[in-house]
């Protein structure tokens, strides 16, 4: 899975061996650590619930920004994941220095500790392998017969609902036709792909020939609150 992201259907499927890879260093990074350190994780983890505040979250934020704090690896994981528990609609954002941007979100008593939910991700993640890598590394690794998903940055519905700063690095549109075709390769070499994004002309376009399915989907950030809810999707496939 190499947009593996919040990793949903990774551990929905439970696969015996997997790999996951992202252009997000840190999130990759705090994946390694809760495989091979989850009780050191909790801990720290638990140290940013206590203290929780407004001042506090801006005080991890511009720590964040500022290496080398946090030091260990288990608190770098512990504040990565406090401060998108913690953030607005825990929305991961950088900007082209590579800082995260987001400011605190609004909310009443945010669930920054889930100790069964980190031992039970750190089970989860005991056989799959970690990389830090651009989606193309995928082609060095996926034979006939592998199952590759791609959940990469959603393709713009307009030029106002843009959001591809999830790296320093914002994910174009000439990005979307090299993923096509890589996912195009992938289906020639004989893996099954299957691929979600925005329902666009544009995205139609590329994966002209392959199986499509508009679905809805729940979404939870936006501006407007009113405005979250179901909204159209794209399922792409060369095997359903």
């Not at 008593?109 to 750190?122: S, Y």
């Not at 096509?180 to 992938?186: G, T």
């Given at each position: 899975?190499?947009?593996?992201?919040?990793?949903?259907?990774?551990?929905?499927?439970?696969?015996?061996?997997?790999?996951?890879?992202?252009?997000?260093?840190?999130?990759?990074?705090?994946?390694?650590?809760?495989?091979?350190?989850?009780?050191?994780?909790?801990?720290?983890?638990?140290?940013?619930?206590?203290?929780?505040?407004?001042?506090?979250?801006?005080?991890?934020?511009?720590?964040?920004?500022?290496?080398?704090?946090?030091t260990t690896s288990a608190e770098r994981a512990a504040a990565f994941l406090y401060l998108n528990k913690?953030?607005?609609?825990?929305?991961?954002?950088?900007?082209?220095?590579?800082?995260?941007?987001?400011?605190?979100?609004?909310?009443?008593?945010?669930?920054?500790?889930?100790?069964?939910?980190?031992?039970a991700a750190a089970r989860g993640l005991a056989t799959a392998s970690?990389?830090?890598?651009?989606?193309?590394?995928?082609?060095?690794?996926?034979?006939?017969?592998?199952?590759?998903?791609?959940?990469?940055?959603?393709?713009?519905?307009?030029?106002?609902?843009?959001?591809?700063?999830?790296?320093?690095?914002?994910?174009?549109?000439?990005?979307?036709?090299?993923?096509?075709?890589?996912?195009?390769?992938?289906?020639?070499?004989?893996?099954?792909?299957?691929?979600?994004?925005?329902?666009?002309?544009?995205?139609?376009?590329?994966?002209?020939?392959?199986?499509?399915?508009?679905?809805?989907?729940?979404?939870?950030?936006?501006?407007?609150?009113?405005?979250?809810?179901?909204?159209?999707?794209?399922?792409?496939?060369?095997?359903?």
């Amino acid at each position: 899975e190499p947009f593996c992201g919040g990793a949903a259907l990774f551990f929905r499927l439970a696969p015996p061996t997997a790999v996951l890879s992202d252009a997000n260093a840190e999130l990759i990074e705090c994946y390694r650590t809760i495989q091979t350190d989850v009780e050191a994780v909790i801990y720290a983890l638990s140290r940013h619930r206590d203290r929780h505040s407004e001042e506090h979250f801006y005080a991890v934020r511009e720590g964040w920004n500022k290496p080398p704090s946090p030091t260990t690896s288990a608190e770098r994981a512990a504040a990565f994941l406090y401060l998108n528990k913690t953030c607005y609609n825990g929305l991961w954002r950088v900007n082209s220095r590579g800082a995260f941007n987001v400011p605190m979100g609004r909310y009443v008593n945010p669930r920054i500790l889930d100790e069964d939910g980190l031992r039970a991700a750190a089970r989860g993640l005991a056989t799959a392998s970690l990389e830090h890598a651009p989606f193309e590394h995928v082609l060095g690794r996926a034979q006939a017969g592998d199952f590759v998903y791609f959940d990469p940055p959603y393709d713009p519905v307009s030029e106002t609902a843009s959001f591809t700063s999830y790296t320093a690095n914002s994910f174009t549109r000439r990005d979307q036709e090299r993923l096509a075709l890589v996912f195009r390769e992938l289906a020639d070499r004989g893996c099954a792909v299957i691929l979600s994004n925005s329902d666009t002309p544009f995205i139609r376009k590329l994966y002209e020939g392959f199986h499509i399915d508009r679905v809805h989907c729940a979404r939870a950030i936006n501006s407007k609150a009113e405005a979250r809810g179901a909204v159209p999707e794209l399922i792409i496939g060369n095997r359903f």
